[in-house]
């Protein structure tokens, strides 16, 4: 049944893209003002977020300083359709007075999440009492503590001011984007979604320790416990990938959208410093590290340098594998090549048997740093986004200073 609704909506989705305003009218249309807007996901818990219409045809959502503008709204009759900037997921939902209830859909994954908005309503979280202790500070975090193969690490990073709470995680393969919430009595909520993710976090705290659930979508949640440790570091994030022994470069031959077989044997690559890119179209976190990218290189083209990224996408079929690669260039004027690595799954076992020379591929993005001798000098594992603060700041400088260094050598 669920893969029933899947195709129905976006069928009725496709022909409304085919329908304008004039042919069909419409009877609703969003108001302009802020909306809040919730996903349900699993214990009966509502995921919040912000958003705020500037016109009927754009809105800006907001996750503590993230601003995402949203300019692809379709109207039908009494529906809606709203698809975030570079990702797939979108919002389906009929007109309910002022406000909306429909899904959030990702067709793909096969996933639908209940959605609602409620016009005028500026909380992201409501709240019953006042505070009864900061979060403000670095926590020392463990996700899935003793779950064999699933407990990973994180850097707990937040600033309170009154109840208001802003921050992220960090773990060894990047960052948990821009949470926002408060804390009401002993209780930490926190929330964003930006399109590919919706994720909530709660938890109970003490001045000194939280234990809490972490949800994603209405599809996955894990506990997390943490513990204040201002000294914490997380592991550097260049030692964590690396070659196999007896590999001293990499190599692979991935279509283009052209469907042009290119290789780092090609030309343009020669006597140059390259940065590979592993990384995925519908990953947030390569989003953020895609844009720095393709603003370095549009300052940097004219030296000895080339970017090169391998997209490893879950989409079923090479050709929406190819769409999604093209629409993410063109939103964000990304100038230098992406090759489809893979399509139908975003496995990271299945990645690394692309790239066997790797010792693991584990996490979305990866960057490998190549000399002008085709010699692999460091391989990045993650990416500090800008939701990070000052991580993200030593992550920029410590690039651009060791390709000054490449491009001298």
């Given at each position: 049944m669920k893969y029933f609704a899947i195709g129905f909506l976006a069928l009725v989705m496709l022909s409304c893209k085919n329908e304008t305003k004039d042919q069909k009218g419409i009877n609703n249309e969003l108001k302009v003002g802020t909306y809040r807007a919730t996903l349900e996901v699993q214990d009966n818990k509502e995921l919040p977020f912000i958003f705020e219409v500037v016109s009927p045809t754009s809105l800006k959502i907001?996750?503590?300083?993230?601003?995402?503008?949203?300019?692809?709204?379709?109207?039908?009759?009494?529906?809606?359709?709203?698809?975030?900037?570079?990702?797939?997921?979108?919002?389906?939902?009929?007109?309910?007075?002022?406000?909306?209830?429909?899904?959030?859909?990702?067709?793909?994954?096969?996933?639908?999440?209940?959605?609602?908005?409620?016009?005028?309503?500026?909380?992201?979280?409501?709240?019953?009492?006042?505070?009864?202790?900061?979060?403000?500070?670095?926590?020392?975090?463990i996700f899935s503590e003793g779950v064999e193969g699933d407990e990973y690490i994180a850097k707990g990073i937040f600033e309170q001011k009154g109840q208001t709470v802003t921050g992220t995680f960090r773990t060894t393969t990047g960052d948990y984007r821009y949470l926002e919430g408060v804390v009401d009595g002993n209780t930490m909520k926190?929330?964003?979604?930006?399109?590919?993710?919706?994720?909530?976090?709660?938890?109970?705290?003490?001045?000194?320790?939280?234990?809490?659930?972490?949800?994603?979508?209405?599809?996955?949640?894990?506990?997390?416990?943490?513990?204040?440790?201002?000294?914490?570091?997380?592991?550097?994030?260049?030692?964590?990938?690396?070659?196999?022994?007896?590999?001293?470069?990499?190599?692979?031959?991935?279509?283009?959208?052209?469907?042009?077989?290119?290789?780092?044997?090609?030309?343009?690559?020669?006597?140059?410093?390259?940065?590979?890119?592993?990384?995925?179209?519908?990953?947030?976190?390569c989003l953020d590290e895609s844009k720095y990218y393709a603003d370095f290189y549009q300052k940097n083209k004219d030296k000895d340098i080339e970017f090169i990224a391998l997209a490893f996408e879950y989409v079923k079929d090479k050709e929406t594998a190819f769409s999604r690669i093209e629409r993410l260039k063109t939103k964000i004027g990304i100038e230098y090549p992406i090759l489809l690595a893979q399509f139908?799954?975003?496995?990271?076992?299945?990645?690394?048997?692309?790239?066997?020379?790797?010792?693991?591929?584990?996490?979305?993005?990866?960057?490998?740093?190549?000399?002008?001798?085709?010699?692999?000098?460091?391989?990045?594992?993650g990416f500090n986004g800008p939701a990070t603060g000052e991580k993200y700041t030593e992550f920029k400088a410590e690039f651009e200073g060791f390709v000054t260094q490449l491009l001298a050598e």
């Open positions: 907001y996750n503590a300083e993230e601003v995402i503008e949203v300019d692809e709204i379709e109207y039908r009759n009494d529906s809606i359709f709203i698809t975030t900037p570079v990702f797939e997921g979108y919002i389906a939902a009929t007109f309910e007075g002022d406000n909306l209830s429909g899904s959030f859909i990702k067709e793909s994954l096969d996933r639908i999440v209940p959605f609602k908005a409620e016009f005028n309503n500026p909380n992201r979280f409501s709240t019953s009492v006042k505070p009864l202790l900061s979060v403000s500070g670095v926590w020392e975090t926190l929330s964003t979604f930006d399109g590919a993710h919706a994720f909530l976090f709660t938890a109970k705290v003490s001045d000194s320790t939280m234990e809490g659930t972490f949800y994603s979508g209405n599809h996955w949640k894990e506990p997390f416990v943490a513990k204040r440790n201002a000294d914490y570091e997380l592991p550097s994030p260049n030692e964590l990938t690396f070659l196999k022994e007896g590999y001293e470069s990499i190599d692979f031959e991935f279509p283009n959208t052209s469907d042009e077989m290119i290789s780092l044997k090609d030309e343009q690559f020669k006597d140059k410093v390259v940065i590979v890119q592993v990384m995925g179209t519908w990953c947030p976190n139908g799954t975003s496995s990271k076992t299945k990645a690394q048997e692309k790239l066997p020379m790797l010792n693991h591929v584990l996490s979305y993005p990866t960057s490998i740093f190549i000399d002008k001798s085709g010699k692999v000098r460091k391989i990045h594992t």
